[in-house]
């Protein structure tokens, strides 16, 4: 079992920046696929990032460049660094983790992690992320 707990959201003014958290308890995240994704009002859950194994990191086009993921294994955390951030960046963040390596193509580039909300057995509670024009 793995228990994740987000924090760091908040609400900022666009192109402003927040760094998310997430700790993880009762496993290491360490040899797991952690992703970070995010739900706005009436939307599907998406995938924004990936990271595997520490270091392998992938992103969706929409914050590529703009967001960071990262990982530390001696405090079993990883982070969502967001800078520039936009309106459309509202939503709801989630950590995600899974132990199943899914090989998937993320929007043209592959990656050993999956990318689909089903392919994640362990969520944390979700952190709010608002951001005004």
């Known amino acids: 079992q793995v228990q994740l707990v987000e924090s760091g959201g908040g609400s900022v003014q666009a192109g402003g920046s927040l760094r998310l958290s997430c700790a993880a308890s009762?496993?290491?995240?360490?040899?797991?696929?952690m992703a970070w994704f995010r739900q706005a009002p009436g939307k599907e859950r998406e995938a924004v990032a990936g990271?595997?194994?520490?270091?392998?990191?992938v992103y969706s086009n929409s914050v590529k460049g703009r967001f960071t993921i990262s990982q530390d294994n001696a405090a079993n955390t990883i982070y969502l660094q967001m800078n520039s951030l936009k309106p459309e960046d509202t939503a709801m963040y989630y950590c995600?983790?899974?132990?199943?390596?899914?090989?998937?193509?993320?929007?043209?580039?592959?990656?050993?992690?999956?990318?689909?909300?089903?392919?994640?057995?362990?969520w944390g509670q979700g952190t709010q992320v608002t951001v005004s024009a």
């Open positions: 995600g983790a899974s132990s199943v390596l899914y090989g998937t193509n993320w929007y043209g580039q592959w990656h050993p992690c999956g990318n689909k909300e089903t392919q994640y057995n362990y």
């Open positions: 990271i595997a194994g520490g270091a392998a990191t």
């Open positions: 009762g496993s290491a995240v360490n040899g797991k696929c």
